[in-house]
């Protein structure tokens, strides 16, 4: 299963950007897919992810900010991230959980910087 994230960049404070997720699978045999960041010096850490159509699960640091999304019946999750904030700079990496293996992207880099 290969897994592509796109969407990423540059963005100043209280901006937004969304990003994107594709896995190479039927959406029938992933069902989770999430976002995780890591910033420099940092561990990685779960933003958010949806389990099934609609279960999601959000880190506290982006709850009303960050709204994770699924694509009809695709395999394709969205990220939506508003009001960003100079904390939110990480590489975001898209992870899909399929028949129980975990599959991830490359990462895409979110800068937030005025």
């Known amino acids: 299963v290969q897994v592509v994230e796109s969407g990423g960049g540059l963005a100043q404070p209280g901006g937004s950007l969304r990003l994107s997720c594709v896995a190479s699978?039927?959406?029938?045999?992933?069902?989770?897919q999430g976002w995780y960041r890591q910033a420099p010096g940092k561990q990685r850490e779960l933003v958010a992810q949806i389990t099934g159509p609609s279960t999601t699960l959000y880190a506290d640091s982006v709850k009303g900010r960050f709204t994770i999304s699924r694509e009809g019946a695709k395999a394709t999750v969205h990220l939506q991230m508003n009001n960003l904030k100079p904390d939110d700079t990480a590489v975001y990496y898209c992870?899909?959980?399929?028949?129980?293996?975990?599959?991830w992207g490359q990462g895409t880099q979110v800068t937030v910087s005025s």
């Open positions: 699978a039927s959406i029938f045999s992933i069902n989770t």
């Open positions: 992870k899909a959980v399929h028949f129980g293996r975990e599959y």
